[in-house]
């Protein structure tokens, strides 16, 4: 089992940065995939980005593409989101996830566990 634990979020002003970090818990971090998601107030949550194993694949939603960063430290059990460019509409509660099965997914269901989610403010 594998428990995650989001922190990093704020209020920021548009054109901001903000960097989210997600610690894991458990000896087996590097088996898993792991990724971010968002849901802004009522909207379904969206895939934002996913980081392999090892960290050498990357994937981004197009939303967001060129302006964070997804990456991972297997010996710290944390994953780190950084965020550049923020504008008024990346508003949204963020999701730390981990997937067991090979590859990515933008599909929500398709990841195993998910953190409790913290709030990200861009104001314009």
């Known amino acids: 089992q594998v428990q995650l634990v989001e922190s990093g979020g704020g209020l920021v002003q548009a054109g901001g940065s903000l960097r989210l970090s997600c610690a894991a818990s458990?000896?087996?971090?590097?088996?898993?995939?792991m990724g971010w998601f968002r849901q802004a107030p009522g909207k379904e949550r969206d895939f934002v980005a996913h980081?392999?194993?090892?960290?050498?694949?990357?994937y981004y939603a197009d939303s967001v593409k060129g302006r964070f960063t997804i990456s991972r430290d297997n010996a710290k059990n944390t994953v780190y989101l950084q965020m550049n460019s923020l504008k008024p509409e990346d508003t949204a509660v963020y999701y730390c996830?981990?997937?067991?099965?090979?590859?990515?997914?933008?599909?929500?269901?398709?990841?195993?566990?998910w953190g409790q989610g913290t709030q990200v403010t861009v104001s314009s």
């Open positions: 458990g000896r087996t971090f590097s088996y898993y995939g």
């Open positions: 996830v981990s997937k067991l099965s090979p590859g990515w997914d933008y599909y929500p269901g398709a990841y195993d566990h």
């Open positions: 980081i392999s194993r090892s960290g050498g694949s990357t």
